[in-house]
C-alpha cells in the first residue's frame, strides 16, 4: 500500500479547502472548490476525497464534479502537483497516475557548457548507478507502464532508466548546465554507449507533455550514435532516428538528426554504403526529414522508403499497429532503394514530380 502519499497531499491541499474534515481513514470532506458549495450555508461542505481501489478520488454532490486526486491538487496548486507528480515517479506509487499535464517552460540550456570542452565532474556510470532501471520497477509503476505500453523490448528495459530529476541528475555530470531547477520533472534516460559500453551521451525522454520531448545531453565530443555497444560492424547494419525505435530491430543503430549523414564508423572502421541501411521515419510531408533522405540519396547510401500502404509513421507505431519484428525487416529489405532507383522512388513517396 503506497497510498500514504496520497494521504500526505491530501494534507498539504487542506489549507486550500474550506471546512476541512477528516472523516474517517480514507474519507475527507470539505466545501467544494470547483463550485464553491452552498452560498447561502457557509458551513455546507459537499465535496469528497475517498478511497476507490488503491487511489484517492474527488467528487462533489452539490455540482458533481468528479476528479482524481491528481487532478484536485492540479486545480489548487501547480506547484503542489508538479512536487506530487515527481513524489509518485520517485517512490513507484502503485497506483494509477494521470498523465502529467502542468505546463513546463523550455529549459534553458548552459550553451557554453556543451560537447566541446565539457568537463564531466562525476563518472556517469556512477550516477547512473543511483537511477532505477525500468526492469527494477513494480509493473504498476507509471514509468515501466509507459515503456511496457509501448511494447519495447522487454531485455531492453534493464538499460532504461527512471530519472526523477533530468536537470539535478545532469547538473551532477556537467555542472549548472540547467542553471535553473525550476521545472524539474521526471524523464525516462536512455544511455548512449561507446564500444566498451561506456556512457558517453544520454538522452531523456518526457513521460508527460514536457517539451521538448527528447533532450540529449553530450558527455563527450563525439556523434550521437545510439547502439554502438551492441552493434555488430560485420553484419548489414540498419540506421533510424529514434534510440527506442533501434531497439526493436536487429542490428539497428539510431543517429540524431543532424549527425545522420556522416560518415559512420564503428570501433575505428568506417562502415562502407552497401554494409548499411538509412531508415526514416514514414513522413513524406515532413520537410525536415525529406531533406535528409535528398542528402542521403546523394551521398549514395541504401535507404527504405516505406510502401504507400504503411499508414505507420514510425517503427514503434508499427509495431504497435500489430506488425511483427520480422515483417518489418521484410518490408524495409524489399523497398530499399539506392542512387537513382531511391531518386525516383522519393519523388512519389513525396506525392511530387520533380
Ligand atoms: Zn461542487
Redesign the pocket.
Known amino acids: 500500500m503506497q497510498s500514504y502519499i496520497d494521504v500526505k497531499y491530501v494534507n498539504l491541499i487542506s489549507p486550500y479547502l474550506q471546512q476541512f474534515k477528516k472523516k474517517g481513514d480514507f474519507l475527507w470532506n470539505f466545501r467544494?472548490p470547483?463550485?464553491g458549495?452552498s452560498k447561502k450555508h457557509r458551513t455546507k461542505a459537499?465535496?469528497f476525497v475517498f478511497r476507490k481501489k488503491n487511489d484517492l478520488f474527488y467528487k462533489?454532490h452539490?455540482?458533481?464534479?468528479g476528479a482524481t486526486l491528481g487532478k484536485l491538487i492540479e486545480y489548487l496548486d501547480l506547484n503542489t502537483h508538479k512536487d506530487y507528480i515527481m513524489e509518485r515517479y520517485k517512490t513507484g506509487s502503485d497506483t494509477i497516475t494521470p498523465k502529467p499535464e502542468f505546463k513546463f517552460n523550455a529549459p534553458v540550456f548552459n550553451k557554453n557548457k556543451s560537447s566541446k570542452g565539457t568537463k564531466v565532474a562525476r563518472s556517469p556510470e556512477s550516477i547512473v548507478k543511483e537511477l532505477k532501471s525500468i526492469s527494477e520497477l513494480p509493473h504498476e509503476h507509471p514509468a515501466r507502464k509507459l515503456v511496457e505500453q509501448r511494447k519495447l523490448p522487454q531485455n531492453s528495459l534493464k538499460d532504461l532508466f527512471l530519472c526523477p530529476e533530468f536537470y539535478k541528475f545532469t547538473n551532477k555530470l556537467i555542472p549548472n548546465k540547467f542553471p535553473s531547477l525550476d521545472g524539474d520533472h521526471p524523464r525516462l534516460l536512455i544511455p548512449f554507449r561507446d564500444e566498451e559500453g561506456e556512457i558517453f551521451a544520454y538522452q531523456g525522454r518526457s513521460f508527460g507533455n514536457e517539451q521538448p520531448k527528447y533532450l540529449t545531453i553530450k558527455l563527450q565530443d563525439r556523434d550521437k550514435i545510439f547502439g554502438i555497444d551492441r552493434v555488430k560492424k560485420k553484419e548489414h547494419i540498419y540506421v533510424v532516428e529514434g534510440p527506442l525505435d533501434s531497439l526493436f530491430l536487429d542490428n539497428c543503430i539510431a543517429v540524431g538528426g543532424a549527425d545522420f549523414n556522416r560518415p559512420l564508423s564503428i570501433d575505428g572502421s568506417l562502415i562502407s554504403n552497401e554494409d548499411l541501411t538509412v531508415v526514416f521515419d514514414n513522413e513524406p510531408r515532413n520537410n525536415e526529414i525529406c531533406k535528409l533522405i535528398k542528402k542521403t540519396i546523394k551521398s549514395e547510401r541504401k535507404i527504405c522508403l516505406w510502401p504507400e500502404s504503411m499508414e505507420y509513421k514510425d517503427i514503434n507505431d508499427m509495431i504497435l499497429g500489430g506488425y511483427t519484428k520480422e515483417e518489418i525487416e521484410e518490408i524495409i529489405k524489399e523497398n530499399t532503394y539506392q542512387t537513382a532507383s531511391a531518386t525516383v522512388r522519393f519523388a512519389t513517396w513525396r506525392k511530387i514530380n520533380d
Open positions: 467544494c470547483y463550485c458549495d459537499r465535496g462533489c452539490n455540482c458533481g464534479v
